[in-house]
Each structure stands twice: as structure tokens, then as C-alpha cells.
């Protein structure tokens, strides 16, 4: 079974973790996941660096323009992840946007992606129709989940859509805005989240987007399996060390 389907089996609520790769040093990548599964963080995602982010806000666009200008290629995580699986049992996620896999070749990348062990995908830009007709072959031959997002705008219809294709879980995106923007969550916000449990998917839904301390996270985990921090990592690392991770992490799940 795919890490990604075991883990959402556990009975807890999951927390995962987003930064980007070469961040904030060119070879931190892997002390960064190794750091974070030892602090007992469920799912990790790698975030590769892209220089037109457009879902991202204006940290993790620093961050990801910060890992180019250090030298971070997709060979280079690659490599770099090469040996991952000796020392990480967690789910390992690559969330990037569609046209650097696509320059590198989509078979190849999935290729990689199985040869170092990693689980998924997120692709914010690849669209639904795409994926189906013309990729969906090649995610199954190297064992990858591929995880869509759905936002408070996406019609009941278009998430029974996604929900019927996927086969692990849904990135629920807690709002319109990028990422890093919100402080906390409102009624409406809240609302949908309840919302998208009513429809009982046959997929768990995992909430992005706003999550940044203990209270955002209870208030997005209220009814949805899990939810991931990103922006609010990165704001970490930038003034703290690797080793301190476990003082961030302990910081959300108390």
C-alpha cells in the first residue's frame, strides 16, 4: 500500500508540513525531512522551487526564488533524495507546478520520483482532463498518488469529479487567497470546511492555505483529516535552525 493511503488510515488527525527544496541553504533538503519525521510531523511536502509561483504568497515565493538562486535544479533534489528512504518511513510528497516536470519529461520525472521513493504529487496547474487522458497511465505505472486541490469556488460537481479520479486524499484549499495570507479562520471559512464533511467524500480532505499555529489547525482539523503548513514554516526557518524544528512542531500539536 502506498505510504500516503496508510497513513491516512491512522486515527489521528495529520499534520504536514510544506518547504521548499535548497531552502534556506542549497543542501538543507534532507536534513530538513529527516529533522521533521523525527518530531513526529505524518506527511512531508517538497516544495519545488518554480520562478512564476502563482498560487504562492510572498514568502514562499522568496523562499523558492531564494533555492534558484542557490543552485537548486530538479536533478539536483533529486539527487539529493537519492538515499531519502534509508533514514524516512513518512509519506513524501512533491508539490510543484506542472512545467518544470514538463521540461524534465513527465515520464522521467515520475520515473525518478518512484526510484527515490517518493508518494505523490501536487500539481496545482496540471487540470483534471489533462491528467486523466493523458498522464494518468504514466502516475499508476510508478505507483503515485496525484492530489488535487478544490477551493470554497469549486462546485459540488467539480469535486465529485475529483473525488471519483483521486485515491488518496484532496488538498482542500481554506480560501481564494495565496498562500501565507490569513491570520485565522472566519464563520465562512468554517462553514466550508463543514461543507465539504457533509458531502462525505469517499477521499479524506486535508486542509492548506492559513493554518499557522495550534488554533488553526484544531479549526481546520475540526472536520477535515489533517491540514498542512507551509508559509508559516518557512517563516521559521528563516530565523531558526534545523535543529529547532521539533520547538515548531511541538508549537502545533500540543
Do not use: H, W
Not at 513518512?90 to 510543484?96: D, E, Q, R, T, V
Request: aromatic fraction near 10%; charged fraction near 20%.
Amino acid at each position: 500500500m502506498n505510504r500516503i493511503n496508510s497513513t491516512l488510515q491512522k486515527d489521528k488527525k495529520l499534520l504536514s508540513i510544506y518547504f521548499t527544496a535548497g531552502y534556506p541553504k542549497i543542501n538543507d533538503t534532507v536534513s530538513i525531512i529527516q529533522e521533521l519525521e523525527k518530531t513526529g510531523v505524518d506527511m512531508i511536502e517538497i516544495g519545488l522551487p518554480f520562478s512564476d509561483p502563482l498560487a504562492d504568497g510572498p514568502t514562499i515565493q522568496e523562499s523558492s526564488t531564494i533555492a534558484i538562486e542557490n543552485g537548486m535544479t530538479t536533478s539536483l533534489l533529486f539527487e539529493q533524495l537519492a538515499n531519502i528512504r534509508e533514514s524516512v518511513n513518512i509519506p513524501l510528497i512533491i508539490m510543484g507546478y506542472f512545467n518544470p516536470m514538463m521540461q524534465f519529461g513527465m515520464e522521467q520525472f515520475c520515473q525518478k520520483c518512484s526510484e527515490v521513493g517518493i508518494d505523490g504529487l501536487i500539481i496545482p496547474d496540471l487540470p483534471l482532463q489533462v491528467y486523466q487522458t493523458e498522464y494518468k497511465a504514466i502516475f499508476e505505472k510508478y505507483g503515485l498518488k496525484n492530489v488535487f486541490l478544490i477551493t470554497p469556488q469549486t462546485s459540488n460537481q467539480r469535486i465529485s469529479e475529483i473525488d471519483a479520479i483521486s485515491d488518496s486524499f484532496i488538498y482542500m484549499v481554506s480560501s481564494a487567497a495565496v498562500t501565507g495570507s490569513q491570520s485565522d479562520f472566519g464563520n465562512e471559512q468554517v462553514s466550508y470546511f463543514k461543507r465539504i464533511s457533509d458531502l462525505n467524500l469517499k477521499n479524506p480532505q486535508i486542509v492548506g492555505f492559513g493554518i499557522n499555529n495550534k488554533a488553526t489547525f484544531s479549526q481546520a482539523t475540526q472536520y477535515q483529516k489533517g491540514a498542512i503548513i507551509g508559509s508559516a514554516f518557512i517563516k521559521f526557518l528563516k530565523i531558526n535552525k534545523i535543529t529547532a524544528i521539533n520547538n515548531f512542531v511541538k508549537g502545533i500539536k500540543i
